[in-house]
Structure formats: C-alpha cells, structure tokens
C-alpha cells in the first residue's frame, strides 16, 4: 500500500516526525532516515506492548465464560473475532485462549501504530519482536483503515489471526462482506455475576444455599454488582467505579463515536449518548427524541442512536409483533450495557431498584442470546407491559416480568395481568416474575405463574 515515490499511504500523517519531511524535497536518503526512525519507534512501542503483556500474565485473573468455545477454533484457520464493549475484557479473554501458544501482538490503540499506513512493516515488526509464533493477534484492529482488507491477505497467506474489536459494525458486517464463511465471533461482554463472585473470591457452594445467613452474603454482592457492575478493571482491582466509567464514557463518545463518524456536532451526540442512559429501562421514541433535543432530522437521531449502539454503549428492544412495520413504528425500550454506567451518569438512578434490575436483566438475557441465538423483545398490551418475550425460531418461548419484590403483595396485580394477557394471546405457558429475593408459585386461571430471586437466576440455579 504505497504512494507517490514509495511513500506509504498515511507516512506523512503518523506523528510530528512526519511533517519534518513536508517541507523539503524528497531523496532516497533522507526517506531512508526518516523511515529508520519511524520503525524505531514503531519497534519501541511494540516491544513495550510486549512488556506490558507479560505484567499481565504474572497477575491472577478471572477465567471468562466462553473460552472453550473458541479454543475449539484455535487451530482451525477462521480468523478468530472478539468483540465487545471497551474495558469488558476482549484482550484478557483473547490472552486466556492463547495461554501455552506461541503469539506475536499488536494493539492498536496506540494511535502511532494504527495510523502507519504500511500493516506489512507491523507484521514484520512484530516478527522482529516475538520471534517465530503460531497466532498473530490484533487488537482493536478497527482503528486501522483498511484492516479487513489486509486480514483478507494475511489470511491466505497461512496467518492464524485472532483479532478484538469496539465496534460490532465493523467487526461484524465488513468481515461478513469480505471473509464470507471464514471467520468465527464471540462477544465479551462485562463480568457476568457468576464472573463477579469469582473475581470477589466468593464460591457458590450449592450445599449451604438453603442457609439464611449464605443468602444474605450472595445478596449484599448482589447489591454491590446492581450498584458497581461489572467491568473487570474496576472489580479485580477494587477501583471507584464512577472515575473510571465517566472517563470510558467520554472515550466511547468522543473517539468511537464523533471521532470515527466525523460527527460535526459532538455536544448533540453527548446529550443524546447522556439521555439513553438516564432513560434506561425505558420506552423511547425517536420522534420525541428529535423535538426535544434539536436534531436536524428523525434520520439523523436514528443513525446516531445507532453509532452508540455499534459500540456497545446501550442496545434496544422492539415491542413484539408479528409485522415488521408495526415494531418499526413502535417506540423501543433502552437498556445500558453495565449497570455502573447508569450509577455514574443517569440522572434517574434513585428512581427505581426494579428499572436497575431489569437492565441487568436486559444484559443477562443480551449474553444468553449471544450464546444460544434467540430474539428478545419487549410487548405492549393496551396499557399493561411485559418486560420480555424470549422468541426461538416460530414460537415464544418464555414471557419475564421484573419486579422489586420481596412478597407477593409487593408484586403489582398490572405485572400479573399483563403476563395472564400475554400468554393467552401468544399461546406461551413458560411465565416467569423475577423478583428481588421472593421465591414462590402460584395459578391463576389455570396459568402456573414462577417467581425466582435474582440472585437465583442470575446464578442460573
């Protein structure tokens, strides 16, 4: 990938060293110095990734759920795709999957490194600096132009490639377009509960469940994760969460969002990326979205709505319906990735324990989907709503009702109705109410109605 004269596409625009060259007329001498350099610095900073690296293989880590999966494929030839939020973990999943294998890395965050415009002098680097290896492993290989095309050939070039990505756009349609059939994708995301209680040192031990004084401590860490989340930076290092999530907010805003999509106005995505968020378990209307918050247009607030969906900042649900064109027009119900983004920057946090369990839900139900592929949304009957309706192939599966409950007369007669309504007009029997630490079953006209503590769902118990 080169240029007038030689020059790599990109050489001028890497870093400060470039622009000594601007100004002077070109010989093969001075492009020869000046390349030196670039490649100096290019192997410092490769090498320094390679320290940083081996610091963290000597910590003590968390195993993540799904690692056995794409072991599976790691001697296969698919290129191996991680995706997921920023800070859930991609890299240290992909570091567990290639414990014992030889591999060289690159991660290109480092904005030098993904702005060289010549990959073939990173993959060169990187042999310089690991030596011979069996995987060559990218990371947020998404912020180099033109990356899918140069994975195309390093492919079939005999590279056994795993690769980490902030954005399930592109890591996802643009390898579907140009490596058809030839990839495998998994998605990290957060710390699961059952990952949180181990990162906490904390073994659920079946046995003593039944214990009244065990449940207590199962559920004051319940509480801390409803609270804190999951992000594994801030749970493994016990650091205060919200520090930490305002600075990952900014970045997912401001570089993958207004930086990758040139968004000229980065106030409006900022209001609008802050209104998500502190309308988490809720209905929103695009067109309501518009008139309160200035946007050009109705497109306009959908495509934004999108970019920070791309990034894993918050996902949405399409009320249930059997035409397309009435989920279309419906308004759609917003949940945030991890709870600690709410805690940190939702202005409406205090309002409701049941709207945060219902997001970790949401979140629960986003990783049950990712594994085993069926559809989520949300319904409306009338005035009465149903939090979920778990969809697989023609038939529904299972209709979730989420409460803050610790009685059944804490449990509101509209949640019950709704879920009595809902069964009989989508012929489903599978009716469940997760509640806060209730536990019971009860029928009501002929319905069998389960109520299940989060804590035991979550725990899949």
């Known amino acids: 990938?080169?240029?007038?004269?030689?020059?790599?596409?990109?050489?001028?625009?890497?870093?400060?060293?470039?622009?000594?060259?601007?100004?002077?007329?070109?010989?093969?001498?001075?492009?020869?110095?000046?390349?030196?350099?670039?490649?100096?610095?290019?192997?410092?900073?490769?090498?320094?990734?390679?320290?940083?690296?081996?610091?963290?293989?000597s910590q003590p880590f968390v195993e993540r759920e799904g690692t056995e999966r794409i072991r599976s494929f790691l001697d296969k030839s698919l290129i191996k795709a991680v995706t997921g939020p920023r800070r859930a973990g991609k890299t240290f999943f992909s570091f567990q999957i290639l414990r014992g294998r030889r591999f060289g890395y690159v991660n290109f965050d480092d904005e030098f490194?993904?702005?060289?415009?010549?990959?073939?002098?990173?993959?060169?680097?990187?042999?310089?600096?690991?030596?011979?290896?069996?995987?060559?492993?990218?990371?947020?290989?998404?912020?180099?132009?033109?990356?899918?095309?140069?994975?195309?050939?390093?492919?079939?070039?005999?590279?056994?490639?795993i690769i980490t990505g902030s954005n399930s756009k592109l890591l996802g349609s643009e390898l579907a377009s140009h490596l058809t059939g030839r990839y495998v994708e998994?998605?990290?995301?957060?710390?699961?509960?059952?990952?949180?209680?181990?990162?906490k040192g904390f073994e659920v031990e079946k046995e003593y469940l039944a214990l009244k004084d065990y449940q207590g401590r199962v559920m004051n860490l319940l509480s801390e994760y409803l609270d804190?989340?999951?992000?594994?930076?801030?749970?493994?290092?016990?650091?205060?969460?919200?520090?930490?999530?305002?600075?990952?907010?900014?970045?997912?805003?401001?570089?993958?969002?207004?930086?990758?999509?040139?968004?000229?106005?980065?106030?409006?995505?900022?209001?609008?990326?802050?209104?998500?968020?502190?309308?988490?378990?809720?209905?929103?209307?695009?067109?309501?979205l518009n008139n309160m918050l200035g946007f050009r247009s109705i497109h306009t607030v959908i495509n934004y709505t999108r970019y920070l969906e791309e990034t894993f900042l918050v996902f949405s649900l399409n009320n249930f319906s059997l035409k397309v064109s009435e989920q279309i027009r419906s308004p759609r119900k917003v949940y945030v990735i991890d709870n600690s983004i709410i805690s940190t920057l939702s202005f409406r946090f205090i309002e409701s324990k049941g709207k945060l369990m219902e997001n970790?839900?949401?979140?629960?139900?986003?990783?049950?989907?990712?594994?085993?592929?069926?559809?989520?949304?949300?319904?409306?009957?009338?005035?009465?709503?149903v939090d979920f309706v778990l969809k697989e192939d023609f038939q529904v599966k299972q209709l979730i009702q989420v409460t803050y409950a610790s009685s059944r007369n804490d449990i509101e007669k509209r949640e019950v109705r709704a879920l009595l309504k809902a069964s009989e007009q989508l012929k489903c029997k599978n009716l469940l109410i997760i509640t806060w630490d209730y536990e019971d079953e009860f029928e009501i006209d002929n319905k069998t109605i389960r109520c299940i503590p989060l804590w035991k769902w979550l725990l899949k118990l």
Not at 35 to 49: A, G, T
Not at 132 to 147: A, I, R, S, Y
Not at 245 to 267: C, Q, T
Request: proline share 2%; glycine share 6%.
């Open 113 to 161: 490194l993904a702005r060289t415009g010549d990959l073939n002098q990173v993959v060169k680097l990187a042999h310089r600096v690991y030596g011979d290896f069996d995987f060559l492993f990218f990371d947020e290989v998404q912020n180099v132009e033109g990356w899918e095309l140069f994975l195309n050939r390093l492919q079939r070039q005999g590279y056994n490639l």
């Open 360 to 385: 970790l839900v949401a979140v629960e139900l986003l990783r049950k989907k990712l594994q085993e592929g069926f559809e989520i949304f949300y319904l409306k009957i009338n005035n009465n709503e």
């Open 1 to 57: 990938m080169v240029c007038k004269d030689g020059v790599p596409t990109g050489f001028y625009e890497v870093s400060g060293l470039f622009s000594l060259y601007k100004d002077v007329q070109y010989t093969a001498q001075k492009f020869k110095f000046l390349r030196s350099m670039i490649d100096n610095v290019m192997e410092e900073r490769v090498l320094s990734q390679k320290m940083e690296l081996e610091r963290v293989y």
């Open 186 to 199: 998994t998605t990290i995301l957060p710390f699961s509960f059952r990952e949180f209680l181990k990162a």
């Open 228 to 288: 804190a989340g999951g992000f594994p930076e801030v749970v493994v290092k016990n650091l205060d969460f919200k520090p930490y999530v305002e600075s990952l907010f900014n970045a997912v805003v401001l570089k993958d969002v207004v930086g990758r999509y040139k968004i000229r106005f980065a106030s409006s995505m900022y209001e609008l990326a802050r209104y998500l968020v502190s309308n988490f378990s809720s209905l929103v209307s695009f067109r309501r």
